[in-house]
């Protein structure tokens, strides 16, 4: 029998700029997986869904506020830690009011989805290299 691992829900989203590219996020130094690209979201708390989440999340991290009608589901990640196994839908977003502020120190880069194979990212969001370079 196989030993049970904690599931672990985190939002994604894939904004999109006027200029069709993408917004990453790089994790700062002190957190797990520092140093490594990502796509702007986090933890889906036990009181809200991932849609809730990714709102409070890109206000948090980003100064920007988007509205729940904007969030298109778009795909999802499924990837196997060590100690937890994380479960990431993905959204695409195209419409936010605000500007882009990193608001705890990571640096953001706005890349075209081609572009994305260049950015070492943690293994849930490897394979979304692809996939949305393909999608979008």
Do not use: N
């Not at 196989?2 to 672990?8: C, F, H």
């Not at 999109?16 to 130094?29: A, F």
């Not at 989440?53 to 991290?61: F, G, H, N, V, Y």
């Not at 795909?75 to 959204?91: E, G, K, R, W």
């Amino acid at each position: 029998m196989q030993r049970a691992i904690p599931l672990v829900i985190v939002a994604a989203c894939a904004l999109i700029d006027g200029e069709g590219r993408l917004l990453i996020t790089r994790r700062p130094e002190g957190k797990p997986l520092a140093g490594l690209w990502e796509f702007p979201g986090g933890k889906v708390e036990a009181d809200e869904g991932p849609e809730a989440a990714l709102i409070r999340e890109l206000r948090e991290e980003l100064a920007v506020q988007v509205a729940e009608a904007d969030l298109q589901p778009l795909t999802f990640a499924s990837h196997a830690y060590p100690y937890f196994h994380l479960l990431m839908p993905v959204y695409l977003c195209r419409r936010w009011q605000g500007e882009v502020v990193p608001l705890e120190g990571q640096e953001t880069q706005w890349v075209k989805p081609s572009e994305l194979h260049a950015y070492d990212m943690p293994p849930a969001d490897e394979p979304l290299k692809t996939t949305l370079r393909d999608l979008l």
